[in-house]
């Protein structure tokens, strides 16, 4: 939707988003089969309102590398919305995709100038990923929806990632979150 009517009316929901004490904003890029619409009328109004800017892309299993993936979550964004992601999250979630797949976006990302950083749960990561733990080198975002808004990874860690390298962790699925269905964060530093 990119009508003046809904670049206002989404400005208005990062308004209020910014207004309830809600820091960050995090877009999805690529759903790893297509850019969702709103992405960068999204970004662009949740900057405008202050909020802190991220993204995440997904890699789905079959063909596609790692690469191709981040190069779709990349295309069309604007380069100042673009510098401005704190990061940009390699999405993790589904089975069959590859540790190939999941080191090629990765690389890509930082090859774009950003952090590399996953954001994946313990189930997708130990059960569908087989637990690897070749990517320490990267920053994680963890799903773990225990419904409390509190930083608990070293209750249930995986992949080898220690304290230090947990960013934020998402505790809750969609909710409705000042008229924005949304899920909810916790995250850590800047």
């Not at 909020?51 to 100042?80: E, N, V």
Request: with cysteine; charged share 15%.
């Amino acid at each position: 939707e990119r009508s003046a009517e809904a670049v206002k009316r989404f400005g208005d929901e990062a308004k209020k988003l910014k207004a309830a004490g809600v820091g960050v904003f995090v877009q999805c890029l690529w759903t790893g089969t297509q850019q969702p619409a709103p992405r960068v009328v999204s970004l662009r109004n949740a900057a405008q309102a202050g909020l802190k800017i991220a993204g995440y892309a997904s890699i789905a299993p079959g063909g596609m590398s790692g690469i191709t993936h981040m190069m779709q979550a990349r295309s069309g964004i604007p380069d100042d919305l673009w510098a401005g992601l704190k990061q940009v999250f390699v999405d993790v979630e589904l089975q069959g995709i590859t540790t190939a797949q999941v080191r090629d976006a990765v690389g890509q990302i930082a090859g774009y100038a950003k952090p590399k950083s996953i954001y994946t749960s313990f189930n997708a990561w130990v059960n569908y990923m087989g637990n690897p733990t070749t990517f320490t080198d990267c920053l994680l975002w963890n799903a773990n929806w225990d419904a409390n808004p509190d930083i608990d990874f070293d209750t249930l860690g995986y992949g080898g990632w220690t304290m230090y390298a947990l960013i934020g962790e998402q505790w809750s699925g969609g909710t409705n979150v000042q008229g924005q269905f949304a899920d909810r964060n916790q995250f850590r530093g800047e």
